[in-house]
């Protein structure tokens, strides 16, 4: 009888010693996991932060040509297609696989940015078009470079956004003192 008692005991130790234990592999497992999250969300982020300010430059570069354009008659012989436009942007196609890791805000404002990429691609597309047609006016290229300044704005909202995700504070504080980048709105 005193056997059975002792095999119970030692059983049941066993058992509670086997639960404990996958308790705590299951914590060291549910620590890792979090770690790996994390440096995924900060990675994403810096991403599509490094992939703003390439878009902020870019658009920034545009807005100022065609300014410059509609200060100007256009010269339907010069290479339109390549001064106005845009090249993709590449974590674009990453956004609805990774969109998790942001909080509802920053994914609002990213998509916003990427959406206002494509408007601003869009646009200057057609100021191309009817640049090298000869049908360019100056007021139209005055409009389009002004909806490409608010285009702008959306890609500022969204890199505030991503800025402390990011690791980019410092980054971001650069492009807040550039005048001819950052746009508040």
């Not at 297609?81 to 974590?91: Q, S």
């Not at 057609?126 to 389009?144: D, I």
């Amino acid at each position: 009888m005193e056997e059975m008692i002792g095999a119970g005991v030692g059983s049941g130790v066993g058992l509670i010693a086997i639960l404990l234990g996958a308790l705590y592999n299951a914590h060291l497992q549910r620590k890792r996991d979090d770690r790996l999250r994390e440096e995924e969300r900060r990675g994403f982020a810096a991403a599509l932060f490094s992939d703003l300010v390439g878009a902020l430059m870019l658009l920034s570069d545009r807005r100022t040509f065609l300014e410059g354009v509609a200060a100007t008659t256009p010269d339907p012989g010069y290479d339109w297609p390549e001064r106005l436009t845009l090249p993709p942007l590449l974590c674009a196609p990453t956004i609805p696989m990774k969109v998790g890791l942001l909080d509802p805000e920053a994914v609002e404002r990213v998509v916003l940015a990427f959406r206002s990429y494509e408007m601003a691609g869009m646009l200057l597309r057609l100021s191309a078009a009817e640049a090298r047609a000869g049908t360019l006016e100056s007021s139209t290229a005055s409009g389009r470079a002004y909806f490409i300044n608010g285009f702008m704005g959306n890609a500022c909202r969204a890199l505030e956004s991503l800025a402390a995700v990011a690791g980019c504070e410092e980054r971001l504080a650069d492009l807040k003192n550039d005048p001819f980048l950052w746009r508040q709105q």
